[in-house]
T-cell receptor
């Protein structure tokens, strides 16, 4: 596609429910990144994928968070047993090979509200 | 742990002024630094990417400089316009570990 897309754009859920957030990177981009932006907070790096592999998962806030990427393309971020503090905008970015050397291009984000 | 600071947190200027936004970081072992703008309720738009071996990059009215040894970058905006109003974020990247500053919220008044 022309850019990074994310779905849904907005998600409202009840505390304790599981949610899945989806990211479609730019076609041909091998690196994919997930971030969280909470109200009044800066951008928090969560996890990155090189192909289908996530070399470092230590940025995930808790074991309720997981992410996967299949076929070197689409990625899903899953939050189990959501809590109110999970409310944030979740942003996805991709880059051609690695953000070490290439620009990151961001999607519009998914705004998650946990009631 | 890398810490990124942006000063000022907010800036309001009249249209036509030249302005400088500042970004500082504590660990100079970076691969590159990237400047973004974020409009309210939107994702981030890439403005400029400076590799660690470079000292500056230019795009139109924007010029970004990098002094890696002192841990500083500046974003210079020439002849500011109301459409430049947004939050400007800098990010430093080291081995796929991205750290963002909290941003500078810029308002350009007509």
């Amino acid at each position: 596609g022309a850019g990074v897309s994310q779905s849904p754009s907005n998600k409202v859920t009840e505390k304790g429910k599981d949610v899945e957030l989806r990211c479609d990177p730019i076609s041909g981009h091998t690196a994919l990144y997930w971030y969280r932006q909470s109200l009044g907070q800066g951008l928090e790096f969560l996890i990155y994928f090189q192909g289908n592999s996530a070399p470092d998962k230590s940025g995930l806030p808790s074991d309720r968070f997981s992410a996967e990427r299949t076929g070197g393309s689409v990625s899903t971020l899953t939050i189990q047993r959501t809590q109110q503090e999970d409310s944030a905008v979740y942003l996805c970015a991709s880059s051609l090979m690695s953000a070490n050397y290439n620009e990151q291009f961001f999607g519009p984000g998914t705004r998650l509200t946990v009631l | 742990k890398q810490e990124v600071t942006q000063i000022p947190a907010a800036l309001s200027v009249p249209e036509g002024e030249n302005l400088v936004l500042n970004c500082s970081f504590t660990d100079s072992a970076i691969y590159n630094l990237q400047w973004f703008r974020q409009d309210p309720g939107k994702g981030l738009t890439s403005l400029l990417l400076i590799q660690s071996s470079q000292r500056e990059q230019t795009s139109g009215r924007l010029n970004a400089s990098l002094d890696k040894s002192s841990g500083r970058s500046t974003l210079y905006i020439a002849a500011s316009q109301p459409g430049d109003s947004a939050t400007y974020l800098c990010a430093v990247i080291a081995n796929n570990d991205m750290r963002f500053g909290a941003g500078t919220r810029l308002t350009v008044k007509p």
